[in-house]
Structures are given as C-alpha cells and as structure tokens.
C-alpha cells in the first residue's frame, strides 16, 4: 500500500513563495510517474506538472511555467514544488500523485494521493 504525505502549503501574500513537500512509502520514487495537481472550490481538479522518468521530461501547466517548479529526491522518497511569483489564481487545494502511467496530465493515470494542502495567496 502506497501512502503519500504532504506538507507544506498556507497563506502567502501576492508575489511570495511556498514549498510543498510530498513524502512516499511503499514504492521507489525514481522510476515512478510523480505529479503534482490543484482543486479550487467549485471546480475541477486540474493538472499543475509532472516527472515522466523514462522520457526524461518534466512537464507544467500554462499557467505555472516559468513560477513552479518540480523536483524529486529519490534517496529520501519525496516529490517537491517550488512555489513562486503566486497569484491569487494559485488558491487551491493541492495535491502529490502517484504512480503514473499513459496521459501525466489526467487525473485518472493515477493510482495514489496525498492528503492534500491548502494554499492560499491574499490579494
């Protein structure tokens, strides 16, 4: 039984940083699908970037690229995101997932979930 947990995330103002840290059990990090996704009150949850081992490719929603970004320590188990630049459109709950395998951007690739992490930019 895979189990994730995160930590990190709360209230920044418009233009700071956070880090979320996203901790694994039960299964080796280095060569598994890890991603990292959002769900905002009222709607769905949407994909935010990804680590795809085998193709060697780190991947990020249009809305993030170049503020976010992704990183894995495979000794430790643990996925991060690197918060920057935050907006007020960054209000969400986030999510870790894991593992992975066809589409990284579908929510339905995947088989595991943190707890998940609110985050929260002020205006």
């Known amino acids: 039984q895979v189990q994730l947990v995160q930590s990190g995330g709360g209230l920044v103002q418009t233009g700071g940083s956070l880090r979320l840290s996203c901790a694994g059990s039960?299964?080796?990090?280095?060569?598994?699908?890890m991603a990292w996704f959002r769900q905002a009150p009222g709607k769905e949850r949407e994909f935010v970037a990804a680590?795809?081992?085998?193709?060697?490719?780190?991947d990020y929603a249009d809305s993030v690229k170049g503020r976010f970004t992704i990183s894995k320590d495979n000794s430790l188990n643990t996925l991060y995101l690197q918060m920057n630049s935050l907006k007020p459109e960054d209000t969400a709950v986030y999510y870790c997932?894991?593992?992975?395998?066809?589409?990284?951007?579908?929510?339905?690739?995947?088989?595991?979930w943190g707890q998940g992490t609110q985050v929260t930019v002020s205006s």
């Open positions: 680590v795809v081992p085998w193709k060697d490719l780190i």
């Open positions: 039960g299964r080796t990090f280095a060569t598994a699908i």
């Open positions: 997932a894991a593992p992975g395998g066809g589409n990284h951007r579908l929510v339905t690739t995947y088989a595991y």
